[in-house]
C-alpha cells in the first residue's frame, strides 16, 4: 500500500483566495483524521470521520474551514476565504481498528501540505 | 482528556540509550499510552504502545509502572537518525465513539556524533 496520500504537498496562496486540501487514506481504513501544525499551536486536530460520516468537527476553527468525504477514498479540507493565520503544515491520518480499546491509537499520517497565504 | 507532561529537549550522543519520560497523572483506567515519533518535515509516525509493565518491539521499549501515572520510551543505542520530536500520548476511551489523539509538545531529542 503507499500509505496515506495527500496533495498538493505545498501551496502558496493570497488573502481570500479559496484552498482546497486532499488526502486519499489507506485502503479499507475506516477512520480518517484531520490535523493541523504549527509552532505556535502544536498538531490540532481539526475533524475526524467514521466511515465517511463526520464525527468531531469541534477543532474546526471556524466556519472558513469545511471538510467532506464522499467516499471512502477520498476526502477534502477546504478553507474559505484563507488569511495568513491559516498558514501550517495539515496532515491527514487514517486508521482502521481491529476492535480493541487500543486500536485507534495507532493512526497512519500523511507527509502533510504545507500552507502559506500570503 | 488525560494531560502529558514531557521535557521540551533532550540531547544525547550515538551509541547511547535514551529514554524520555512521561508523567499522565489522570491517566483512566481504559487508557493505553502510545508514542510517536515525528521526523521533520513528515507526519508523526507510530512508534509503541502499551498498558502496563513492559513492552518492546524492533524499535523501542515502553516501561509503565504499577500505577501508570508515568511511562518511559528507552530508544537503545540511538544513531543520528533517532533525531526527532518524540510525542507522549495518552489514549481517552471515556467515549467509545471518539478516535481522535491529543498531541502534546512533544520532546525534541537530538542526538550528536
Known amino acids: 500500500d503507499a500509505g496515506v496520500i495527500q496533495s498538493p504537498r505545498h501551496e502558496v496562496t493570497e488573502m481570500g483566495q479559496e484552498v482546497t486540501l486532499r488526502c486519499k487514506p489507506i485502503s479499507g481504513h475506516d477512520y480518517l483524521f484531520w490535523y493541523r501544525q504549527t509552532m505556535m499551536r502544536g498538531l490540532e486536530l481539526l475533524i475526524y470521520f467514521n466511515n465517511n460520516v463526520p464525527i468531531d468537527d469541534s477543532g474546526m476553527p471556524e466556519d472558513r474551514f469545511s471538510a467532506k468525504m464522499p467516499n471512502a477514498s477520498f476526502s477534502t479540507l477546504k478553507i474559505q476565504p484563507s488569511e495568513p493565520r491559516d498558514s501550517a503544515v495539515y496532515f491527514c491520518?487514517?486508521?482502521?481498528?481491529?476492535?480493541?480499546?487500543?486500536?485507534?491509537?495507532?493512526?497512519?499520517f500523511g507527509p502533510g501540505t504545507r500552507l502559506t497565504v500570503l | 482528556l488525560a494531560k502529558t507532561t514531557q521535557p521540551i529537549s533532550m540531547d544525547s550522543y550515538e551509541g547511547q540509550e535514551v529514554n524520555i519520560t512521561c508523567s499522565h497523572n489522570n491517566i483512566a483506567t481504559n487508557d493505553y499510552i502510545t508514542w510517536y515519533q515525528q521526523f521533520p518535515s513528515q507526519g508523526p509516525r507510530f512508534i509503541i504502545q502499551?498498558?502496563?509493565t513492559k513492552v518492546t518491539n524492533e524499535v523501542a521499549s515502553l516501561f509503565i509502572p504499577a500505577d501508570r501515572k508515568s511511562s518511559t520510551l528507552s530508544l537503545p543505542r540511538v544513531s543520528l537518525s533517532d533525531t526527532a520530536v518524540y510525542y507522549c500520548?495518552?489514549?481517552?476511551?471515556?467515549?467509545?465513539?471518539?478516535?481522535?489523539?491529543?498531541f502534546g509538545s512533544g520532546t525534541r531529542l537530538q542526538v550528536q556524533p
Open positions: 491520518a487514517s486508521t482502521q481498528p481491529s476492535g480493541g480499546l487500543a486500536d485507534y491509537n495507532e493512526q497512519f
Open positions: 502499551g498498558y502496563k
Open positions: 500520548l495518552v489514549g481517552d476511551t471515556m467515549d467509545m465513539g471518539r478516535r481522535a489523539l491529543t
